[in-house]
T-cell receptor, first 110, second 110 residues
Framework: SQTIHQWPATLVQPVGSPLSLECTVE??????LYWYRQAAGRGLQLLFY??????ISSEVPQNLSASRPQDRQFILSSKKLLLSDSGFYLC?????????FGQGTRLTVV | RKEVEQDPGPFNVPEGATVAFNCTYS??????FFWYRQDCRKEPKLLMS?????NEDGRFTAQLNRASQYISLLIRDSKLSDSATYLC???????????WGAGTKLIIKP
């Protein structure tokens, strides 16, 4: 069966510090991978998606970047965090339109 | 106009009552439809897919109305544990992205 791992679950980072969130998928190959952000009480905002290694599409130009160095690995990064980067970050993969999410990372920038 | 729209609620419903949500979508090329449930501070999880013929899973019934471009979710005999945010999701044919509604918050009261 397929599983998706995302870590860490919670993170508190100072403004200006770097960020690296990692997501890995098991049990499938060449998945479509996604990074979402959810602000408190809001819907899901698509940040990046990838249909293959090295292929990244950005939906919202901002302080973040994404990379896909391996087929089942998706990384979200920032060189310098802003207060506005706080939120709930979710990694997901899709199969036939259905999305499967990691547990999410709750990031607080202080 | 948003691509997928939901009433944000909250819907305050007594335990045992029946409650229904609608979700409207704007793109007639939409092909796949889903309802997700998201508990507070957790990742979304698939509740049910929505088929053209409608589908039922226990107390939950989902319907699709292509002519009017909306999907619905009906919950019968509501339980306290049904309290959550319900997200409507649409996949457009040939598109890698899922289009998410902002969610409808449901609160079941004893």
């Amino acid at each position: 069966s397929q599983t998706i791992h995302q870590w860490p679950a919670t993170l508190v980072q100072p403004v200006g510090s770097p960020l690296s969130l990692e997501c890995t998928v098991e049990g499938t190959s060449n998945p479509n991978l996604y990074w979402y952000r959810q602000a408190a009480g809001r819907g899901l905002q698509l940040l990046f998606y990838s249909v293959g290694i090295g292929q990244i599409s950005s939906e919202v130009p901002q302080n973040l970047s994404a990379s896909r160095p391996q087929d089942r690995q998706f990384i979200l990064s920032s060189k310098k965090l802003l207060l506005s980067d706080s939120g709930f970050y979710l990694c997901a993969w899709t199969y036939r339109g259905e999305a499967f999410f990691g547990q999410g990372t709750r990031l607080t920038v202080v | 106009r948003k691509e997928v729209e939901q009433d944000p609620g909250p819907f305050n419903v007594p335990e045992g009552a029946t409650v229904a949500f609608n979700c409207t979508y704007s793109n007639s090329a939409s092909q796949s439809f889903f309802w997700y449930r998201q508990d507070c501070r957790k990742e979304p999880k698939l509740l049910m897919s929505v088929y053209s013929s409608g589908n039922e899973d226990g107390r939950f019934t989902a319907q699709l109305n292509r002519a009017s471009q909306y999907i619905s979710l009906l919950i019968r005999d509501s339980k306290l544990s049904d309290s959550a945010t319900y997200l409507c999701v649409v996949n457009i044919y040939g598109n890698y992205q899922l289009i998410w509604g902002a969610g409808t918050k449901l609160i079941i009261k004893p």
